[in-house]
C-alpha cells in the first residue's frame, strides 16, 4: 500500500506514515526553532515630536534636526557579530496618536540598491529595512512593519517570542526615498494598530532589521542572534514614552458588494443571478490593550479558491483557512494537537480549525441538490482579544451561521453558533507560562438532521511550558478532553467513522448503540533543546483515546493511537566557506492503538545546505529518505473499519533544489520514489518550477506537479454479501498532472493585478481485485489477499478534471480602503468518458466543459476616530 502527495494533490495515503515521502509534508524535515537572548544593547530614545512630521523620506523636519541618532547595527547573516557592509542610523519621535521612525541606510553605490514593486506582503529580491515592536513589552509578542526601497510594505504579527503571522494588516504609513548616501524610510504608525498597557509612560521592546540583498546580508539593532532560542526577547528598548493616547480607538470599514454569479440549476440549465450586499468589519480599542473585532455579513469573494484534491484515504482533507477575519491574529486561537518536530507540526490538527465555521453544508448531498448553496453563509462573527498588565492575554471568537435550506424545504446545514476561549498567562517573563483553551458548537435540530449531525460538542484543553538554562531548553504539557452530544443514531455514526472505527473487529473497542453521547482526553509530554550550540533534538510521547474527537470545530484525522517521537539536528547557521548554513536531521518514531497493535516504526534522515558562494551562490539542496515499518506493523485504518493488515517495509527517498531567487530567472524542483509491498507498490513525483521577472513591476511564475502512483493494495470497497462483509482491494494505477500559473503586476505599491490558473487532471484505473484472506497480517504479502470479483457495475476507472482561475485588482485608495474587482473562473467534470487517453488530450476537453463565472466588485472604506 503506497502514497504520493505532489503539488496540491492528495492521493492515496493507506498507511499515514507513508506521507513521509513528500519534502514539504510529514515527518522529512526538522526545522530549528528561531533562537533568542534578552538584548544587551543600550537603550534607545524617542522624543516628542512638537509637531508631526511630513512622512516623505526626508529628514528635514523639525523633529529629526533634534532627535539624537542610534546606530551599532551588528550583521547576523551570513555571518553574526560582526561589522556590517554598511552602516545604519535611526531616529525615533511621538505624539499621542503616532510612533515615528526615521532610518538612514547608508549605501555608496545607491544605483546598485536591489529593487521590486510586489503586491503588498510579498517580498520581491529587494533591500528591506524592518521595524519589531513589542508594545507591551512581555519578551513574547509584536508587531513588524517592513518596506523596501519602492515603498511596498509587509507586516506580520508576533507571538509566541518567534511565530509571524503575515496575515495581520495594519493601518500604517511609510515614504521611502533614494539619494546619493543610500536609501531612507520614514515611518508612521499609529497607537491603535498596536496593543500596551494603560500607564503613564512606556518602555517598547524595539529592533530593526536591514537586509542588503545584492550581499545576501542581514544585520540589525540589537544584535540578533540565530544561535539563540526566541526573537522578540532579542529585542532592544525603546525608552522616553509618556502620555500615550489611552481613548477607545474605534476603527471601521463597511463595505458594498456587487456580484454576478451563473448557477446550475436542475435539468442542466444555467441562470445568472445578480445580487447586491451591504457588510462591515468594526474595530472597537475598548482599552488600549482590550479590542474587539466584529464582522457582519462577510463576503470574503476576493480570496482565491481551494486546490484540487483527489482523496483516496480514510481521512478527511485539510484545507488551509484563507479568509481575512479568520486569518488574522489565527496564532491568538491555536491549540495544536500532535505537534513536535518530527512532523514539523504539519498534521494541522488542534482543537480550533475556522473551516468549520461557514463550511460547505454538511447535509447538501443528502437534501440538496445543484441550486443549494455551496457554503454556509455566517450571519455574523466578533472577536475579543487583550492582555492585561500581569501577562494574561485572551481571546474570545463567537460565530453564528444560518440554516441553509435544501429541497422541499429540508435543512442542508442547520443553524448554528460556534465559541472560542483563549487565555494564556506568561510567567517569569514570558520563560515559562501555561494555556488554557476551550471551545463549544450548539446547533438547532430537526427530524431530518437529528441522525446525522451532533446537537452539541465542547472541548477544552491546558498546556505549560518552561524555558530554561540560558533559554535553550524547553519542557511543554498538554491535556485535553472532548465530549460530543447527540441522538444514538448520530453517536453510532460517530462512533464508526474514520476518526475511531469502533466497530474494527480483533481489537478491544465496541460499538454501543445507545450512547447519545462520546467522551475522550489527549495528553503530551514533550521535551527539547532548541538552542545554544550546534546540537539540538527532541523527545516527545501522545496519547489519544479511542473517544476523543473535535472535528465539530476542531480538526483530527484519527484517536486511538500513542506516539513516542524523536528528533536529533546538527544545525550551522553561520557561513563557513561556500557553506551558507546547512543541518542534519535524523527522526524515529513508533506508533500503537490503544489495542496495542503496533501501527508504525519507522526512521528518517534527511539534510539540508545551502551554498553561499560560487556557480551556485545562494542556492539550496535538499536531500532525505524514509525506511518505513523497520519491524512488524499494521494498518487499522485500511480496510475501513475492517481487520487490521499488515504493513510492508517501504523506502521513500526524496530531495529538492532552489536556484537563487534574486535572479531574474529562477527555478527549482521536489521529487519524491517510493517502493513497498515487496515492491508491488511504487511511485514516482516531480515538482519543477520557474519564476521570471520583468523588471521590477512584473513577475510570472510557473509550476507543474506530475506523479505516477502504483498501489497494489489500494481499498476498494468493502461489500456485505449474504451477512459476510468482503473487504475488497485492487492494483490501482493512478496518474496525476497539476499544473498552476500565477502572474502579478504592480503598477504602484497601492495598485497591482494578479491572475491565478490551476487546471488539474487525475485518473485511474482498477485491476486485480483481491479481498483481505483468513490472514490479513501475515508476514508474507500475497498471502494476506485471496482472488475476489466485485459486484457487477463496480467501476474499473475513475476520471477528475478541473478548472480553476482567478483574477483580482485590488487598489487601496487611501490607508486601510480598498476597491476589489474580481473574476472567478472554474471549470471540472468527474464524468469517465475517455478514460485511456492522454492528459494533455484532457486538459484539452477542460474548454469544452461549461464554465462557472463570477464577477464581483467589493468597496471598503475604513475610517478611524
Known amino acids: 500500500m503506497f502514497s504520493t502527495v505532489v503539488a496540491v494533490v492528495a492521493l492515496a495515503i493507506p498507511h499515514p506514515v507513508q506521507a513521509i515521502s513528500q519534502p514539504a509534508g510529514a515527518r522529512t524535515t526538522a526545522q530549528e526553532t528561531r533562537p533568542a537572548t534578552e538584548s544587551s544593547a543600550a537603550p534607545a530614545s524617542a522624543v516628542r515630536a512638537p509637531e508631526a512630521p511630513k512622512i516623505d523620506g526626508k529628514a528635514d523636519d523639525a523633529v529629526w534636526q533634534t532627535a539624537p541618532k542610534h546606530g551599532g547595527f551588528r550583521q547576523f547573516q551570513p555571518r553574526v557579530d560582526i561589522d556590517p557592509s554598511f552602516a545604519t542610523e535611526f531616529q525615533t519621535a511621538f505624539d499621542e496618536k503616532h510612533l515615528y ?34 508594545s507591551y513589552d512581555d519578551k513574547r509578542s509584536g508587531y513588524e512593519f517592513a518596506v523596501n526601497p519602492d515603498g511596498v510594505k509587509r507586516d506580520f504579527a508576533m507571538s509566541n517570542d518567534g511565530n509571524e503571522d503575515a496575515s495581520w494588516d495594519g493601518v500604517w ?129 476576493q480570496v482565491e479558491a481551494d486546490p484540487a484534491v483527489v482523496n483516496l484515504t480514510a481521512f478527511e482533507s485539510f484545507f488551509s483557512e484563507r479568509r ?24 494541522n490538527e488542534g482543537l480550533f480549525y475556522s473551516r468549520r465555521i461557514g463550511r460547505s453544508p454538511a447535509l447538501r448531498g443528502l437534501y440538496g441538490d445543484a441550486s443549494t448553496a455551496t457554503a454556509t453563509p455566517i450571519a455574523a462573527a466578533a472577536k475579543l482579544t487583550g492582555r492585561t498588565q500581569r ?62 449531525m451532533h446537537g452539541s460538542a465542547y472541548a477544552a484543553g491546558a498546556t505549560f511550558r518552561n524555558r530554561f538554562h540560558n533559554r535553550e531548553y524547553e519542557f511543554n504539557a498538554q491535556l485535553a478532553g472532548s465530549r460530543v452530544e447527540g441522538s444514538a443514531a448520530a453517536i ?35 521535551f527539547g533543546k532548541y538552542g545554544g550550540g550546534k546540537t539540538r533534538f527532541e523527545s516527545s510521547i501522545v496519547h489519544q483515546s479511542a473517544g476523543f474527537d473535535v472535528n465539530d470545530l476542531g480538526f483530527l484525522r484519527r484517536a486511538d493511537f500513542t506516539d513516542w517521537s524523536t528528533w536529533s539536528a546538527l544545525s550551522w547557521r553561520e557561513a563557513r566557506g561556500i557553506m551558507r548554513w546547512a543541518q542534519l536531521n535524523a527522526n524515529h518514531w513508533i506508533r500503537y492503538n490503544t489495542s496495542g497493535t503496533k501501527l508504525d516504526h519507522s526512521i528518517n534522515l534527511n539534510g539540508h545546505l545551502g551554498i553561499n558562494r560560487g556557480l551556485f551562490q545562494n542556492w539550496d539542496f535538499h536531500l532525505g529518505g524514509t525506511l518505513a515499518n523497520v519491524t512488524a506493523t499494521s494498518c487499522d485504518r485500511c480496510t475501513r473499519g475492517g481487520p487490521a493488515v499488515r504493513s510492508s517495509r517501504g523506502f521513500f527517498p526524496w530531495g529538492g533544489i532552489n536556484s537563487d531567487s534574486r535572479k531574474t530567472v529562477s527555478y527549482g524542483s521536489w521529487f519524491n520514489f517510493g517502493s513497498t509491498d515487496e515492491g508491488n507498490s511504487s511511485s514516482f513525483g516531480v515538482n519543477p518550477y520557474l519564476n521570471l521577472r520583468f523588471g521590477t513591476q512584473a513577475t510570472v511564475s510557473f509550476g507543474v506537479g506530475y506523479s505516477d502512483n ?36 504592480t503598477a504602484t505599491p497601492n495598485l497591482t493585478f494578479e491572475f491565478y490558473a490551476a ?92 464554465p462557472d463565472n463570477t464577477f464581483l466588485v467589493k468597496m471598503a472604506y475604513w475610517f478611524n476616530r
Open 173 to 301: 504609513d511609510v515614504a521611502t526615498s533614494i539619494d546619493a548616501q543610500g536609501w531612507t524610510a520614514e515611518f508612521r504608525i499609529p497607537l491603535s494598530q498596536m496593543r500596551y498597557a494603560k500607564a503613564d509612560a512606556h518602555t517598547f521592546g524595539f529592533g530593526i532589521w536591514r537586509d542588503i540583498e545584492r550581499r545576501n546580508e542581514r544585520s540589525s539593532w540589537p544584535l540578533y542572534n540565530p544561535r539563540r532560542t526566541g526573537l522578540v526577547s532579542q529585542l532592544g528598548r525603546l525608552e522616553g514614552l509618556s502620555g500615550l493616547s489611552s481613548g477607545r480607538r474605534i476603527e471601521a470599514a463597511p463595505y458594498v458588494v456587487t456580484k454576478n454569479e451563473q448557477r446550475l440549476l436542475p435539468g442542466a440549465r444555467y441562470e445568472r443571478n445578480q445580487a447586491l450586499a451591504l457588510g462591515g468589519d468594526l474595530k472597537v480599542g475598548i482599552t488600549p490593550n482590550v479590542t474587539l473585532t466584529a464582522t457582519v455579513n462577510p463576503d470574503f469573494g
Open 391 to 452: 501577562g494574561l492575554s485572551f481571546g474570545l471568537l463567537d460565530a453564528v451561521t444560518p440554516r441553509v435550506g435544501g429541497i422541499n424545504g429540508q435543512t442542508a446545514e442547520p443553524q448554528a453558533n460556534y465559541t472560542v476561549l483563549r487565555a494564556q498567562q506568561d510567567l517569569r517573563g514570558g520563560e515559562a507560562g501555561f494555556s488554557f483553551m476551550g471551545t463549544a458548537v450548539n446547533r438547532s435540530l430537526d427530524a431530518r438532521t437529528d441522525p446525522y
Open 324 to 347: 481575512p477575519f479568520f486569518v488574522e491574529g489565527a496564532n491568538n486561537y491555536q491549540f495544536q494537537l500532535n505537534c513536535y518536530i518530527v512532523v514539523d507540526c504539519q498534521t
Open 101 to 134: 521612525v526615521f532610518v538612514r541606510m547608508f549605501d555608496p553605490h545607491p544605483d546598485s540598491i536591489m529593487r521590486a514593486l510586489s503586491r503588498r506582503d510579498q517580498r520581491g529580491p529587494s533591500d528591506q529595512i524592518k521595524l519589531l515592536i513589542d
Open 710 to 745: 502504483t498501489d497494489d493494495a489500494q481499498w476498494f470497497g468493502n461489500f456485505n454479501v449474504g451477512g459476510s462483509t468482503h473487504y475488497a482491494f485492487a492494483h490501482l494505477e493512478q496518474t496525476t498532472v497539476s499544473m498552476n500559473t500565477r502572474v502579478n503586476y
Open 759 to 850: 487546471p488539474f487532471v487525475s485518473s485511474g484505473t482498477y485491476s486485480d481485485f483481491r479481498e483481505l484472506s483468513a490472514t490479513p497480517t501475515a508476514s508474507r504479502y500475497d498471502t494476506r489477499y485471496q482472488s475476489y470479483t466485485p459486484p457487477a457495475g463496480s467501476p474499473s476507472a475513475f476520471k477528475f478534471t478541473q478548472l480553476r482561475t482567478n483574477a483580482v485588482v485590488r487598489w487601496e485608495y487611501l490607508p486601510g480602503s480598498t476597491l476589489f474587482v474580481v473574476w472567478q473562473h472554474g471549470r471540472q467534470d468527474a464524468a469517465n468518458q475517455n478514460p485511456n487517453q492522454s492528459w494533455a488530450r484532457d486538459y484539452g476537453d477542460l474548454f469544452a466543459l461549461h
Open 492 to 526: 453510532r455514526r460517530t462512533q464508526t467513522n474514520s476518526v475511531h472505527y469502533f466497530q474494527q473487529p480483533g481489537d478491544e473497542l465496541t460499538v454501543d448503540t445507545n450512547a447519545t453521547s462520546l467522551t475522550g482526553f489527549t495528553g503530551q509530554l514533550k
